[in-house]
């Protein structure tokens, strides 16, 4: 018997950010589906540097569950590997894999497992550690794993070859399964987008105490949830807080543009709350009037399937975005704005309108549950495999 073809075989996510991320993910959520539904899984994170590495093995209370692998740190950090020829850095990973191989090999037999490898920066681990098949989940531009443009050039040529030896990708965008088409006409391609834990998101938002870190109830509040890193447009919030004076503007999660995070503030009716632990994030979405997602036009949210969405829509939010991939997959209950005109214009009638398809929205998350997206990349994993 092939292996796969009748059995669950071993999928091993090659995730981009670390297991207790404060954000937590598409890569933890299918990984945690995978657990709930008897999947024979292991997460492996990005290397760690060498002082977070340390700051885990001597925390007496920190706790990794067995399924997560931390490999060790890789012998330069990460802020050096720009400097490095890609000649020099591939043969630098390349024995991080061979470590990761005999650590495999404890686990499952790496030749009928299947990797799932969300960035191209996993190529040369994958080289040495002997997985039989390879999924590329394929889920952001290059641009969220590269920021720096010299990494991003190593990315896209490191990206061809890793879908030259794939035997599958998974998207989740139209955009994504173009970009890759263009670099393998016949490769196999499955659109698997993100989801929510609907049942969870909603019972914990709506049984929590409402955050007393939030402004007082006197105004309606229009909240965000997510990564405040550089695809955020920050002139669009800017404005919406100035021709919306009413309305509270709350932000959680992490930054890291302080400069930016300053300038805002400034305003009376904008509050940067910082990253929060994920379980207390319905809590914040329950106590939002308007959620939306006020990102930058550019590749990077043309090719944005947000798990946000999905978790507002989760508590029933009316949920306004800059135009992100798809729109059209959420089923009309997003309203997308193409211009900053048009998000203020969208956000001020969200505000005051009453909600008339709040079962529609709920339903729609329940219709696209992590446990539903792991079941269908489980069977995808499976054909790969076969092939």
């Known amino acids: 018997m092939k292996p796969g073809v009748h059995s669950q075989p071993h999928i091993i996510s090659f995730a981009a950010v670390k297991w207790d991320f404060p954000l937590i993910g598409r890569t933890r959520k299918l990984t945690e589906a995978w657990i709930r539904g008897g999947q024979p899984t292991?997460?492996?994170?990005?290397?760690?540097?060498?002082?977070?590495?340390?700051?885990?093995?001597?925390?007496?209370?920190?706790?990794?569950?067995?399924?997560?692998?931390?490999?060790?740190?890789?012998?330069?950090?990460?802020?050096?590997?720009?400097?490095?020829?890609?000649?020099?850095?591939?043969?630098?990973?390349?024995?991080?894999?061979?470590?990761?191989?005999?650590?495999?090999?404890?686990?499952?037999?790496?030749?009928?497992?299947?990797?799932?490898?969300?960035?191209?920066?996993w190529l040369p681990w994958l080289e040495a550690a002997g997985i039989g098949a390879v999924v590329y989940d394929c889920i952001d531009d290059l641009a969220v794993h590269a920021p720096d443009p010299a990494m991003r050039r190593i990315l896209i040529d490191w990206e061809r070859e890793l879908v030259g030896r794939c035997g599958g990708a998974v998207v989740t965008a139209k955009i994504l399964a173009e970009a890759l088409r263009a670099i393998e006409p016949t490769l196999q391609i499955e659109m698997i987008r993100n989801g929510v834990?609907?049942?969870?998101?909603?019972?914990?938002?709506?049984?929590?105490?409402?955050?007393?870190?939030?402004?007082?109830?006197?105004?309606?509040?229009?909240?965000?949830?997510?990564?405040?890193?550089?695809?955020?447009?920050?002139?669009?919030?800017?404005?919406?807080?100035?021709?919306?004076?009413?309305v509270e503007f709350v932000f959680i999660g992490p930054s890291n543009d302080?400069?930016?995070?300053?300038?805002?503030?400034?305003?009376?009716?904008?509050?940067?709350?910082?990253?929060?632990?994920?379980d207390a994030v319905p809590a914040y979405v329950a106590a939002f009037d308007v959620c939306w997602v006020p990102f930058k036009l550019g590749d990077i949210t043309a090719a944005a399937n947000p798990v946000k969405i999905y978790e507002y829509l989760a508590l029933a939010k009316a949920v306004v975005t800059t135009a992100v991939a798809d729109p059209d997959s959420f089923g009309g209950l997003v309203k997308v704005g193409k211009s900053e005109d048009e998000i203020i214009a969208l956000l001020q009638s969200a505000v005051v309108q009453e909600v008339s398809d709040s079962d529609a929205r709920v339903q729609f998350a329940r219709a696209n549950s992590w446990d539903a997206r792991g079941a269908q990349y489980s069977r995808f994993a499976r054909e790969v495999l076969a092939r």
């Open 42 to 121: 292991t997460f492996i994170e990005p290397p760690h540097s060498y002082r977070s590495y340390l700051a885990k093995l001597l925390s007496p209370g920190a706790s990794t569950p067995s399924f997560v692998i931390r490999p060790r740190p890789t012998r330069y950090p990460v802020r050096w590997w720009t400097r490095m020829s890609p000649v020099r850095l591939r043969k630098m990973m390349r024995e991080g894999g061979a470590a990761l191989r005999r650590r495999l090999d404890r686990l499952t037999r790496p030749l009928d497992a299947v990797a799932s490898v969300v960035s191209p920066i």
């Open 197 to 246: 834990d609907a049942e969870a998101f909603r019972e914990r938002g709506l049984h929590s105490i409402r955050p007393a870190d939030l402004p007082p109830r006197r105004k309606p509040i229009i909240g965000f949830v997510g990564a405040l890193y550089e695809w955020i447009d920050w002139d669009l919030i800017a404005r919406a807080a100035r021709e919306l004076p009413d």
């Open 258 to 278: 302080d400069s930016a995070i300053d300038r805002l503030s400034r305003y009376g009716n904008v509050s940067f709350l910082g990253p929060r632990p994920y």
